[in-house]
């Protein structure tokens, strides 16, 4: 069965920095891309940014580009987000889901390109 845990949230500063990770197991993450995305209390949860199963591909949301950034370490079985610069309004459950593509990062508009999914990570971003 596959299985994503995430870690690595915390409590942060306005300014302040912080690493996610997303460990895979139970299936080859190789062949998968993979997404982070986020749900703010009384939001509904968005995507953040992809990256395609060699880690040659990546897009993000406009809200955090050049702030986030989205890599992978595949003989880790392990894919990260390290997000700089953060801001109050990146407070949000962070989510990490193996998608049903592989070489390619689709929009992350809609939620049906997610095949599996995380358990979450709390980021709070406050002073």
């Known amino acids: 069965q596959p299985q994503l845990v995430e870690s690595g949230g915390g409590l942060v500063q306005p300014g302040g920095s912080l690493r996610l990770s997303c460990a895979a197991s139970?299936?080859?993450?190789?062949?998968?891309?993979i997404g982070w995305f986020r749900q703010a209390p009384g939001k509904e949860r968005e995507g953040v940014s992809c990256?395609?199963?060699?880690?040659?591909?990546?897009n993000y949301a406009d809200s955090v580009k050049a702030r986030f950034t989205i890599s992978r370490d595949n003989a880790k079985n392990t894919v990260y987000l390290q997000m700089n610069s953060l801001k109050p309004a990146d407070t949000a459950v962070y989510y990490c889901?193996?998608?049903?593509?592989?070489?390619?990062?689709?929009?992350?508009?809609?939620?049906?390109?997610?095949?599996?999914w995380g358990q979450g990570t709390q980021v709070t971003v406050s002073s």
């Open positions: 139970g299936f080859t993450l190789d062949y998968y891309a």
């Open positions: 889901a193996r998608l049903h593509t592989g070489s390619v990062c689709p929009s992350l508009s809609s939620l049906s390109v997610v095949a599996y």
């Open positions: 990256v395609s199963s060699s880690g040659g591909s990546t």
